[in-house]
């Protein structure tokens, strides 16, 4: 309620027609005074802690602040002019590359990441380059089959041929960006679909597509489509979700995407959430919601998970060919609006799995081209087509690599992970942002009263969440969080930023509302 409004009922209690109505213009007044003005002025201060003031020295040093304790990209310079990033240095791999652009695109404010950072990989002759990419293409269960050719030249790989889809393109991508010595990708294979759509039908896939990614709020984003061509346009409240809003578009049939007419307002999410706070999906709903994104996803879609869902429960059943198909499947539902819990009771069954030796030949192999993983120590053993990994690495991130690595090995049911790490720091593990893993560095011992102010500093900064609906209070350099929050997404946004700001342990009892984007 504005000043406006009050002084209006104020003075209708002043118009002629008797004591009665002078009688409830007092009323009011005593009530304006007793309830309604302590509410304009919370409300006063609710908006000014929310609408702080966001300038190019804010987002800057926000930035600096997550490169800075990520340990593969702190060396990484930046600049910031009307909202635009810019990043510049070097890194040893590609990527470390992308993990710098997704960390500054995750920041409040920023409109856009100028990339000007070098890799400067260990230096491999170009034909073991080539024979590592193609190997790891080969022994990735999604990508064997794909029609690849690869070419090395002065450690920039081309890759060309052709797949079913877009995000199979990126797929295999993906995979030649984790053999180490590549400088630079050239992405040239060609996408041949099998059917042929039209506009309407690509139209209306992206909508839904973007109505249910948790990631972004499709209410705000808008796609125009001539000849398999698509536009966006409307508003995200991130550079990230920009991002998002992108790969969301390339559906089946695309054959291009701009996202320039997507403009980024740091508080676009921020009002539409107000607006559409919680939106309750039926659990039909969601089951084919869940199925579509299997569908969508190239390590899922041969191996199509059985879905249930009860009040927002999911639970996942069946066979996968491999181990990353399962983790997959769970990372895909997670990603779905309306969705409260996953349990993931799927069973991994290759066809034809390799034995054991030649399983543990090629994790080592994987193991020996991650750039990641240089100079790592780890000792591989496969048992009954399951993994045990031992030794020790400097980092959780590399833990966790190594993690990865194996679970996308062909053959591995089963990953037992070992690994010591050198230096140790306490937070859970999880894809961040969507299958880019998050390194922390630990952070020096701070005071209660700093590790809270650091915490709310970072609520504020991400746009994923709301930092009014999370209450922070520290003890002993334990942060305890309530609050309530909308989904899943900014739960874990909210502990991966308590952990990175400082706490020792964090008890997470924030409240996880049904239906909304996060």
Not at 177 to 186: A, L, N, P, R, T
Not at 389 to 415: F, I, M
């Amino acid at each position: 309620m504005n000043r406006d409004a009050v002084v209006a009922i104020v003075e209708g209690g002043r118009e002629p027609g008797g004591v009665a109505k002078r009688s409830a213009g007092r009323l009011v007044l005593v009530w304006l005074l007793a309830v309604a003005v302590p509410m304009v002025a919370a409300s006063t201060l609710n908006a000014a802690r929310t609408h702080e003031p966001i300038t190019d020295h804010g987002i800057t040093v926000a930035v600096e602040g997550d490169l800075n304790i990520d340990e593969g990209v702190n060396l990484v310079d930046v600049s910031t002019s009307h909202g635009v990033v810019t990043l510049s240095g070097s890194v040893a791999d590609l990527l470390a590359r992308k993990r710098a652009v997704k960390i500054a695109e995750s920041i409040r404010g920023v409109r856009a990441v100028v990339n000007n950072i070098t890799v400067t990989p260990v230096s491999r002759p170009d034909e073991d380059i080539q024979k590592d990419i193609v190997a790891a293409l080969h022994q990735d269960p999604a990508t064997e089959s794909y029609r690849v050719d690869v070419s090395v030249k002065d450690a920039v790989a081309t890759l060309s041929g052709s797949v079913g889809s877009w995000a199979e393109s990126q797929l295999a991508r993906r995979i030649a960006e984790g053999v180490k010595g590549v400088q630079e990708i050239h992405n040239e294979i060609q996408i041949n679909y099998l059917t042929k759509r039209t506009d309407q039908e690509i139209a209306a896939d992206i909508n839904d597509r973007l109505q249910w990614d948790i990631w972004v709020n499709g209410l705000l984003i808008h796609a125009d489509v001539k000849n398999g061509h698509v536009t966006l346009g409307g508003a995200v409240g991130s550079a990230i979700e920009k991002r998002r809003a992108v790969e969301d578009a390339w559906v089946n049939g695309v054959l291009s995407v701009d996202g320039n007419q997507l403009t980024v307002d740091p508080w676009a999410r921020d009002q539409s959430r107000r607006k559409y706070k919680y939106v309750i999906r039926s659990d039909d709903e969601i089951k084919r919601a869940v199925q579509a994104a299997f569908h969508r996803d190239p390590r899922v879609w041969p191996f199509p998970p059985e879905v249930t869902v009860e009040a927002g429960a999911v639970t996942l059943s069946g066979t996968v060919g491999n181990l990353k198909a399962k983790t997959a499947a769970e990372r895909d539902a997670r990603d779905t609006v309306g969705i409260m819990s996953v349990d993931n009771f799927l069973k991994v069954r290759p066809q034809s799995p390799p034995i054991d030796t030649d399983i543990e030949k090629g994790l080592r192999a994987a193991l020996f081209w991650d750039p990641v993983l240089e100079g790592c120590q780890i000792e591989v053993a496969v048992i009954n087509h399951a993994a045990y990994l031992s030794g020790a690495v400097d980092t959780g991130y590399q833990r966790d690599e190594a993690q990865d690595v194996a679970s996308r090995t062909k053959g591995v049911v089963e990953v037992r992970n070992h690994l010591e790490v050198e230096t140790t720091y306490p937070i859970p593990y999880y894809s961040w942002p969507y299958d880019i893993p998050y390194a922390f560095s630990p952070a020096p011992l701070k005071p209660d009263a700093l590790i809270k102010k650091d915490i709310e500093k970072a609520f504020f900064w991400s746009p994923f969440i709301d930092r009014d609906d999370i209450t922070v209070t520290v003890h002993d350099g334990v942060a305890i969080l309530t609050g309530r929050v909308g989904g899943w997404l900014a739960y874990g946004e909210a502990l991966r930023d308590a952990y990175k700001s400082g706490a020792v342990d964090v008890l997470n009892r924030l409240d996880v509302k049904q239906g909304a984007w996060f």
